[in-house]
């Protein structure tokens, strides 16, 4: 059985980078920490091994390491689309909307999250059917 593999490409084309097979973890994240290096109130990713996933170059990426945690972003210097962080527990973290943006709007199934963590972080509150993780304990990552 082949694996599926997803092409990601930013908004203007000069990033792209492939994801193959099935993701670590593909959740909501309520942390402060994916709050500050992504600027949403909630992080919707998937987390991949390194192996599973294809990189550019960094001479085509921008690369910010925030100064007061150890936490990078990475994306394109022309669009300004960001295409993946590394942060705890330091595998690539690819979020959900690179997927839809590269999938006609539509997150791809086998993606799907499966919970919230770090809920107690929260600036949100969610009302859905999916388990909460007060901190990291459901992935194995201290809170
Ligand atoms: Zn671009
Ligand atoms: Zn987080």
Redesign the pocket.
């Given at each position: 059985m082949s694996e599926p593999t997803y092409v990601l490409s930013c908004d203007c084309g000069h990033v792209t980078m492939t994801a193959r097979g099935e993701p670590k973890l593909s959740l909501y994240?309520?942390?402060?920490?994916?709050?500050a290096l992504y600027t949403n109130d909630v992080?919707s990713?998937t987390g991949w091994s390194d192996d599973n996933v294809d990189v550019p170059d960094e001479s085509v990426l921008f690369d910010h390491k925030m100064s007061d945690r150890q936490m990078r972003r990475f994306g394109c210097p022309k669009c300004g689309m960001i295409m993946y962080g590394r942060?705890?527990p330091g595998i690539p973290v690819i979020p959900h909307g690179v997927f839809r943006k590269n999938n006609g709007g539509e997150l791809p199934a086998a993606l799907a999250p499966t919970l919230h963590?770090?809920y107690r972080e929260r600036v949100l509150d969610i009302d859905d059917d999916l388990p909460k993780s007060e901190g990291g304990e459901m992935i194995g990552i201290d809170g």
């Open positions: 994240c309520h942390c402060g920490s994916c709050r992080l990713l942060h705890s963590l770090f």
